[in-house]
């Protein structure tokens, strides 16, 4: 493209024209995100998850997936910001630190209400990021929490970059000291990986030496689970993924399936809201996927 003899003017209205066409783009972007995820189509493509689905299939990096992705939930919480990315007020950086805001406080203590959260979208409007960043922490009940990152090092060397509690320094000081005598020099990243396996005997489903888990009754339904959960190797049996596994009825219980071993599966939950989807019905579905899952609902069996 040659734009060296294009006129002063047009040069600036076209680029005003083509900037004000790129933010509208970005909305309809967002609803096109809002309507794949309501439909759990990602999962029926063998991905994990809608980010994955936007950075493997769309193309874009991981830091424009998760923007756009946040400023797709955001606008169905607060839906005036559409407008306000349409006006070019707010730029989904803006929209990050609110979310971040938002989640922590939702964690932390209560959710905010939307009344507050249209006033912080209200205030951050026309402002730098710094500002927007003030305007979040003066809504904020703790520092703001940066987002944990990750990157590569070397081929076998991952670096993590966490926020935590500060009493957490002590527990790890605590920990260090208790695996002195056979780990004299144990460095951080060493704990952690100590942990990570003491947690996965723990917590894998399919494990069946786990302290809590020893006793389980033959033939019963408990048994059933973790027999799914041993065949999948306690990973997703449609897409591979570790996130909020439930075992997941073949023949839907409500269509007859029966709770024997051969008729149960594990799933993912985006993989199983899709199953149920594809089984119910988007519409009889809708009600039940709007619903945020609690945090004990892990199996429906
Ligand atoms: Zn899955």
């Not at 972007?29 to 980010?51: D, T």
């Not at 897409?239 to 399936?257: I, K």
Request: net charge positive; glycine share 4%.
């Amino acid at each position: 493209m040659n734009l060296r003899h294009e006129p002063d003017e047009v040069l600036i209205s076209k680029t005003e024209k083509l900037v004000r066409e790129e933010r509208e783009i970005l909305t309809v972007i967002l609803h096109r995100l809002k309507e794949i995820n309501r439909r759990r189509l990602y999962s029926s493509m063998g991905y994990k998850s809608l980010f994955h689905c936007a950075v493997e299939r769309f193309g874009y990096s991981e830091d424009q997936a998760y923007r756009r992705i946040n400023a797709m939930k955001l606008i169905d919480d607060v839906p005036e910001l559409e407008q306000k990315i349409n006006e070019g007020a707010l730029s989904l950086t803006h929209i990050g630190i609110a979310q971040t805001l938002f989640k922590q406080e939702a964690k932390l203590k209560t959710p905010l209400p939307l009344k507050i959260k249209q006033e912080v979208i209200e205030k951050m409007c026309g402002t730098s990021v710094r500002q927007a960043e003030r305007i979040a922490l003066s809504y904020s009940s703790a520092p703001l929490m940066t987002p944990d990152k990750i990157r590569a090092v070397s081929e076998d060397h991952i670096e993590i970059k966490l926020t935590v509690a500060k009493d957490v320094e002590a527990k790890l000081e605590k920990l260090k000291g208790f695996l002195a005598h056979q780990n004299p020099h144990l460095s951080l990243g060493e704990l952690v990986e100590k942990l990570c396996d003491l947690g996965l005997q723990e917590w894998d489903p399919s494990n069946s030496a786990a302290p809590r888990k020893r006793r389980v009754k033959p033939h019963s339904k408990a048994q059933a689970k973790r027999q799914a959960y041993q065949k999948s190797q306690s990973a997703c049996s449609h897409c591979g993924s570790h996130y909020a596994l439930e075992v997941d009825h073949r023949t839907p219980r409500a269509l007859g399936g029966s709770d024997k071993p051969k008729n149960l599966r594990v799933l993912c939950r985006s993989c199983n809201q899709r199953a149920a989807i594809e089984a119910f019905g988007q519409i009889k579905m809708d009600p039940f996927l709007r619903k945020r899952p609690r945090p004990h609902q892990r199996s429906r069996l």
